[in-house]
Every structure is written in C-alpha cells, then in structure tokens.
C-alpha cells in the first residue's frame, strides 16, 4: 500500500536514492553539548521511543548493514551519534527516550542532552519523530512533540515495522496519526510510513532528507 503524496514522482525518488549512494560514514558521538561539531552543515535528527527502529532505519537509508549500532535492548544507543553523507548533511541519531535499561540517572542525562540539542541547534532542519506502527502515539511521543511545538522545531512523523500490520491497521493508524499532527504547530503535514526490513517507503524518507540538504 501506497501512501506517498503527489509530490513524490518517481524520478525524484530515483534521484533521492541516488543522493543516498554517496559515502555516508560515523563522524563521532557526543555526550557532552559542547561536543557538538563546529559545522554549519544542515542536520536532520531522529528520535523515538527506545527500540522504536532508529538505528535500523538509517542503516535502511544508506545501504549499510552496521553503520549505525542495532541491538534488541531497548536504550543501547547513549550519545548523539553524527554520521556525514557526502559532506552535504549530517544524519544524527538520537538516544532512545521512554524505557531504557540503565540507571534512572543516565537515562535522564541522555533525556536533558535530547532537550538541549532540540532547542539549541540552529543549522537543525527537521526531526524525524519514529513511531512504532503497531502501537501509534504514545504520551511520551506527544511530550516530545509538544517540546517540539513549543521550541518551533519542525518535525515529520515516520511510521516504523509497516511490515509487522496489516494493511487494514497500517491504514487506521496512519489517519489517527494524521489526525493527532493537525493538533500540533510544528510538524510536518506528510506522515511516512516505513519498514527497514522490507525497503518500503525509504525513497520518500531520501527524498525528503534530499530537499533539506539541498535547501
């Protein structure tokens, strides 16, 4: 099933999938803000609920098996981790928020070090809100995207494990989806449904991470 918005035409997808073949490496991880690269490249960020599928997807979106650490223990990934595509975005994969497996005092300086990038980074162009597809919107999504809201971050939701529902509840999800983003001021209006595991709707994901690098 299909859920690409006209303004995806297939010769945009292709060349998205294109842009996506320049060398995308692992820059570094920060801990720390002031960590953070000196750098006025364009970044795009994605954030969700521990295990929700971060790290899969960006290996998903460059064709790399192990660019960017999978594990199934939900809160393995402790840093925001920057990785360069073709030195013309930097892809920056967030700490899990919600249920971690670490100490409660970790888990909430990796939640502060998410908050303070959110708010801070001038040259962030877009978070990309992963949702997983089976469960919808949780309230720890909706403190996140109220964050958002409020510190004028836009954001795009990106439904994950499409491949796991039928087609009947991917659909319904998706309207609830789309009917809960009209309640919020800073997220995007396209909501994209995904799944690592089977390459579907990864181009339109391209394609939009192509039009920020290129704005």
């Not at 998903?60 to 360069?84: C, H, M, V």
Request: hydrophobic share 40%.
């Amino acid at each position: 099933m299909e859920f690409a918005t006209p303004e995806y035409n297939q010769e945009s997808l292709k060349e998205a999938e294109a842009f996506f073949k320049q060398p995308c490496t692992f820059v570094l991880g920060v801990a720390k803000l002031e960590q953070l690269p000196l750098t006025e490249m364009p970044e795009v960020a994605f954030a969700g609920r521990s295990n929700v599928g971060k790290s899969s997807i960006i290996n998903a979106l460059t064709s790399q098996k192990s660019l960017a650490k999978t594990s199934n223990t939900p809160g393995r990934t402790q840093q925001l981790n920057y990785f360069n595509l073709g030195d013309k975005i930097h892809i920056v994969d967030l700490p899990g928020y919600g249920f971690a497996q670490a100490p409660e005092s970790m888990v909430k300086q990796w939640q502060n070090l998410i908050f303070a990038y959110l708010q801070g980074r001038v040259n962030l162009k877009r978070v990309f809100v992963l949702i997983d597809s089976r469960h919808g919107i949780k309230k720890v999504d909706l403190e996140i995207m109220e964050m958002l809201d409020k510190a004028a971050v836009t954001y795009q939701i990106v439904l994950t494990k499409t491949d796991k529902i039928s087609a009947k509840a991917l659909e319904k999800v998706l309207q609830e989806t789309q009917k809960t983003i009209k309640e919020h001021a800073a997220a995007y209006v396209t909501v994209l449904a995904t799944s690592s595991e089977k390459k579907s709707g990864l181009n339109e994901l391209r394609y939009e991470i192509q039009s920020l690098a290129l704005s």
